[in-house]
Nanobody
């Protein structure tokens, strides 16, 4: 199984980035997907999740209203649109997949993540 994340980079505070994750999971539509991040010296933190169909989404409070998670089941991809970025958003962002046919809430904790991507670095300068 591969989760290939891309789209990270350096951006000024207030700017935007769009992360993408291409998944080899099949059928992709059976998997809850999400994003986590890990800042230097900190534990990995849940950021957002999306249900199989994309009909339900969830976000950590610190990104609500600024980040949007979406998925394209036809392209086996999940995206994270990040707007109004802040220096505290600086981290390595990881694409994550839960176990097959599980509820969206199972991915809110690292213990519910079945597969991890390799991470993409997002750096927000002040």
């Amino acid at each position: 199984v591969q989760l290939q994340a891309s789209g990270g980079g350096l951006v000024q505070a207030g700017g935007s980035l769009r992360l993408s994750c291409a998944a080899s999971l099949r059928p992709f539509s059976d998997y809850v997907m999400g994003w986590y991040r890990q800042a230097p010296g900190k534990e990995r933190e849940y950021v957002a999740a999306i249900s199989w169909s994309g009909g339900s989404t969830d976000y950590v409070d610190s990104v609500k209203g600024r980040f949007t998670i979406s998925r394209d089941n036809a392209k086996n991809a999940v995206n994270l649109q990040m707007n109004s970025l802040k220096p505290e958003d600086t981290a390595v962002y990881y694409c994550a997949a839960g176990e097959r046919l599980q509820a969206i809430g199972t991915i809110f904790s690292v213990t519910g993540v079945q597969y991890w991507g390799q991470g993409t670095l997002v750096t927000v300068s002040s």
